[in-house]
């Protein structure tokens, strides 16, 4: 089964910290996704990456980066985190594109 | 226009009864389709996929994708209170050029015992 894993399911950070959100998976898949949830707004897409090095932005990139240095690896960076940021942040994958997504189990993040 | 919508419920169903979800999308090239179940605090898991039309079966579950009229559903048989959940649809959207999908906002689920 693939297994996609985010570092941390709850995390509290202050505004104007920077924060970053880890995502692995064990799949070998070339494709790796951010999402972000929101009660009423459904999963509103952030970034994602086709490649190694290689990022596209999706829907809301605004206030993110990402870093994509492995294959197996994709980091999202909240450059300075500010309250409309707190959200549940999903990480995930599939070996090709516009193909079924596999979720990490979510990271909650609380911005005070 | 959103590029996929869904009635966001809650959709009330006795046990036992036929659950039908419906989501619409606006972009006549898409090709892959989706829906995805997920309980509260968890997430998202892939149950069905579509990618011709007519209708596709797996146990209770009936995925039905008209193309024409630009809509995919999915029906639940015999629904059970452990299907309460909410249901999400995902759909690629040829338009954006984008190579991810577009997710709907979800319909709720409630199966009353």
């Known amino acids: 089964d693939v297994k996609v894993t985010q570092s941390s399911r709850y995390l509290v950070k202050r505004t104007g910290e920077k924060v970053f959100l880890e995502c692995v998976q064990d799949m070998d898949h070339e494709n790796m996704f951010w999402y972000r949830q929101d009660p009423g707004l459904g999963l509103r897409l952030i970034y994602f990456?086709?490649?190694?090095?290689?990022?596209e932005k999706g829907d809301i990139p605004e206030g993110y980066s990402v870093s994509r240095e492995k294959k197996e690896r994709f980091s999202l960076i909240l450059e300075s985190a500010s309250t409309n940021q707190t959200s549940m942040y999903l990480c995930?994958?599939?070996?090709?594109?516009?193909?079924?997504?596999?979720f990490g189990s979510g990271t909650q993040l609380s911005v005070l | 226009q959103k590029e996929v919508e869904q009635n966001s419920g809650p959709l009330s169903v006795p046990e036992g009864a036929i659950a039908s979800l419906n989501c619409t999308y606006s972009?006549?090239?898409?090709?892959?389709f989706f829906w995805y179940r997920q309980y509260s605090g968890k997430s998202p898991e892939l149950i069905m996929f579509?990618?011709?039309?007519g209708d596709k079966e797996d146990g209770r579950f009936t995925a039905q994708l008209n193309k024409a009229s630009q809509y995919v559903s999915l029906l639940i048989r015999d629904s059970q209170p452990s299907d309460s959940a909410t249901y999400l649809c995902?759909?690629?959207?040829?338009?954006?050029?984008?190579?991810?999908?577009?997710f709907g906002s979800g319909t709720r689920l409630q199966v009353q015992p």
């Open positions: 579509i990618y011709s039309n």
């Open positions: 990456s086709y490649d190694v090095k290689m990022k």
């Open positions: 995930a994958s599939s070996k090709y594109s516009n193909e079924k997504l596999f």
């Open positions: 995902a759909v690629n959207v040829e338009g954006t050029g984008r190579r991810a999908l577009t």
């Open positions: 972009d006549r090239g898409s090709q892959s």
